[in-house]
Nanobody
């Protein structure tokens, strides 16, 4: 059964860091693209980062709210994709989701609309507060 499961959310202080995990099961990361998304309370879902099996370089949203503070990486042995957040801000508060799609999914479209993402996790909540 194909699924992705997020973990690692919690409370982080402003300026702090956090690493989220997206554990894949039922498929291997070398056959897929993984996108990370977030949704703040009362706001639309926002794409954050994307990583694909067929390409070495990850792709990030060019939103000012994301730029330079997130790093996506993967561990093929653990079949897990990570999203590292640094210099956390209160506006980073929200639920963070990962999703899986075909390995050559276009990351710009993935982050823009969730294009091609066919399996989604239930998310993990991040709260940035002192």
């Amino acid at each position: 059964q194909v699924r992705v499961d997020e973990s690692g959310g919690g409370l982080v202080q402003p300026g702090g860091s956090l690493r989220l995990s997206c554990e894949a099961s039922g498929f291997t990361l070398d056959t897929a693209a993984i996108g990370w998304f977030r949704q703040a309370p009362g706001k639309d879902r926002e794409g954050v980062a994307c990583i694909r099996a067929a390409y070495d370089s990850p792709y990030y949203s060019d939103s000012d709210s994301v730029k330079g503070r997130f790093t996506i990486s993967k561990d093929n042995v653990k079949n897990t994709v990570y999203l590292q957040l640094i210099s956390a801000k209160p506006e980073d508060t929200g639920r963070y989701f990962c999703a899986r799609g075909p390995k050559d999914s276009p990351c710009r479209e993935v982050l823009g609309s969730g294009y091609g993402m066919d399996y989604w996790g239930i998310g993990t909540r991040v709260t940035v507060s002192s």
